[in-house]
């Protein structure tokens, strides 16, 4: 699924299931919300952080499909297409940064 397809479907179940989008800002506190989830786990499970029984069985996947469905919630009510400013920042990165990294010694 692209990311023009996924909008559409998060529209969809919006329409089907969510009554409507929450406004932008309810929005942006649950993206925060579900970033701070993806940082718990990775603190803890890749981390230098003691992982607690409760969180063993956290699945990161599930979390960040979190954080992409509130990013696609955001990008439909603010009428983002989201596939063309994503296909868009790839070229700025790709065209910025082509040799920046293969310079790097910290990442040899």
Same mark, same amino acid.
């Given at each position: 699924?692209?990311?023009?397809?996924?909008?559409?479907?998060?529209?969809?179940?919006?329409?089907?299931? $969510?009554?409507?989008?929450?406004? =932008?800002?309810?929005?942006?506190?649950? !993206?925060? +919300? /579900?970033?701070?989830? %993806?940082?718990?786990?990775?603190?803890?499970?890749? $981390?230098?952080?003691?992982?607690? =029984?409760?969180?063993?069985?956290?699945? !990161?996947? +599930? /979390?960040?499909?979190? %954080?992409?469905?509130?990013?696609?919630?955001?990008?439909?009510?603010?009428?983002?297409?989201?596939?063309?400013?994503?296909?868009?920042?790839?070229?700025?990165?790709?065209?910025?940064?082509?040799?920046?990294?293969?310079?790097?010694?910290?990442?040899?």
């Amino acid at each position: 699924m692209n990311i023009e397809n996924a909008q559409q479907a998060v529209d969809d179940w919006i329409k089907a299931h $969510g009554v409507r989008y929450f406004n =932008e800002l309810t929005n942006m506190a649950q !993206l925060t +919300e /579900e970033v701070g989830e %993806v940082a718990r786990i990775i603190a803890r499970r890749y $981390g230098e952080q003691s992982e607690k =029984e409760s969180d063993r069985d956290k699945d !990161l996947g +599930e /979390e960040l499909a979190d %954080v992409v469905f509130v990013v696609l919630c955001l990008a439909n009510q603010t009428g983002i297409d989201l596939q063309q400013a994503f296909t868009n920042k790839l070229a700025i990165k790709t065209d910025r940064d082509r040799d920046r990294h293969k310079n790097n010694e910290k990442l040899r």
